[in-house]
């Protein structure tokens, strides 16, 4: 899934709505923004597919389509990448949630 992380600057999206005693919360204008701001689940339901679609509806990573080469009166079949009329998956339910890459969680299993 690549780097996923988020690229917003700033504000952080998993921060508690309680404003606690730290020292952003003695009154700033940043800690009255976040304690207003709604609370982010840490849960990813959906992903962007990697996978794409082609003239027939064949769902795939790549496409490869046979092509046959004569060389010095030899016929050669080879593998050609089919880039064109792709059409990408879009949108995928991910069955169970993720755990977002940057909420703060520590995983341990004894």
């Known amino acids: 899934m690549g780097a996923s992380g988020s690229k917003a600057r700033g504000l952080w999206p998993f921060a508690s709505t309680a404003g606690g005693g730290g020292p952003e919360a003695a009154g700033s204008e940043q800690s009255l923004v976040r ?12 992903r962007r ?4 679609y082609d003239e027939d509806g064949d769902l795939a990573h790549e496409f490869y389509e046979e092509t046959i080469v004569t060389k010095n009166g030899q016929k ?3 593998l050609r990448r089919v880039h064109k009329n792709l059409i990408p998956q879009g949108i995928v339910k991910l069955d169970p949630p993720r755990i977002h890459v940057d909420f703060p969680v520590i995983l341990y299993e004894v």
Request: aromatic share 16%; glycine share 6%.
């Open 49 to 52: 597919g990697s996978m794409f």
């Open 76 to 78: 050669r079949a080879k």
């Open 35 to 46: 304690s207003r701001a709604r609370a982010v689940p840490p849960f990813v339901f959906t």
